[in-house]
């Protein structure tokens, strides 16, 4: 059974102790929409939910801002001994990591399935 | 590339009518300002044929300029205008970002692709710019940037052998 929430930037679904939170923007760019998206995230290592996958499907590309977030976001996820895997990168991001060689910090997964699977 | 004089990347990019080059000069002092002249930007590059991937990754180093103005340049405040000016056509893209801050060596930013900066949270714009552009020049106080973008595919009724 999964669990549903929603705001405007990022809709999150528990399945068990994995939690999947969807980008609903196109474009992370200006600090209080970063925010808006991560601090939620952030907030799940609070509360004990350290198993997270964040799908980017809708999200266009990936500025140098929304990349030192993920990393942050990587770091502490996994000081709570948490995983924290990425899904549905589109050409544009994936190479964005490639490039920063950022693709090797991340667990990558084409698909939010194989993300999820990815933690059993 | 990277290259030290501003001008070096964008003389035979940016026409001149005499002495003076053809420029599209913008103020920028709003996320609404920003979007507003990227909007430009790109819808020109669209409307002279280049191709998605040139268009997107202008869009993208166009915002690193952009956000850098504005976060290292003026501390993330709006009311302090910086200065955009572009040229567009059909050979390239050349873009100057000038804020009124007191500039930076981009020698000294530190490789994010070093092992011991990967893990860093901030300092992989240049990166990307320099990246996606064909050259990124600064000024010698490094408070303006330019970016070049020579066009990469043929308009739209050309072949590639010309």
Redesign the interface.
Known sequence: MSIHHGSHWLEREDFGRVTVARLKTPKILDDDVIRAVFDPIYALSSVGRNHVVLNLATVDYLPSMALGKLVMLSRRIEVGNGRLALCRLSPAVQEVLETTRLNDLFNIYPTEEEALQSFA | MICDRLELCQQDLVPREGSVQRWRHDTIQS?EDMERVIHMVTSGMESVGYSE?EV?TM??AT??AI?NAHKHGHQ?DWSRPFSVRHHLDANGVVIQVEDQGPGFDPQQVPD??APEN????????L??MR?YMSGVCHNERGNCVCLCKRRLTSPPGESADG
Not at chain 2, 118 to 125: K, V, Y
Request: charged fraction near 35%.
């Open positions: 996320l991937k997107l869009r993208l915002e690193e956000v993330r994010p692709l990967l893990e860093r949270a901030s300092g992989r714009g990166l990307l990246t």
